[in-house]
Nanobody, 121 residues
């Protein structure tokens, strides 16, 4: 079973950057598509970005396209979310998630505990 632990969240000014990391346990990490989601206070959890098992496919929500980049290092069992040009609306708890498929399909099966990102204006 894969377990996920996010890190890298924090407080940043608008226009700044952060890089989130998600470390996965288990030997099968490289077999799974991964994704990042976020949930702002009072809002539903929303999709942000996804990446296929070898990184050949990536997809983004329109709200972050061109500002955020998802990547993975299968040798390190880690997936990243590089966030640039942050705006206050990006404030949320960010979750890493694993799909138990090579390509992102349906709802992720495994979730991390989340990391808080706060963007001040």
């Amino acid at each position: 079973q894969v377990q996920l632990v996010e890190s890298g969240g924090g407080l940043v000014q608008a226009g700044g950057s952060l890089r989130l990391s998600c470390a996965a346990s288990g030997r099968t990490f490289s077999s799974y598509a991964m994704g990042w989601f976020r949930q702002a206070p009072g809002k539903e959890r929303e999709f942000i970005a996804t990446i296929s098992y070898r990184g050949g496919y990536t997809g983004y929500a329109d709200s972050v396209k061109g500002r955020f980049t998802i990547s993975r290092d299968n040798a390190k069992n880690t997936v990243y979310l590089e966030m640039n040009s942050l705006i206050p609306e990006d404030t949320a708890v960010y979750y890493c998630a694993a799909f138990l498929t090579a390509q992102p399909m349906g709802t992720p099966n495994i979730w991390g505990q989340g990391t808080q990102v706060t963007v001040s204006s």
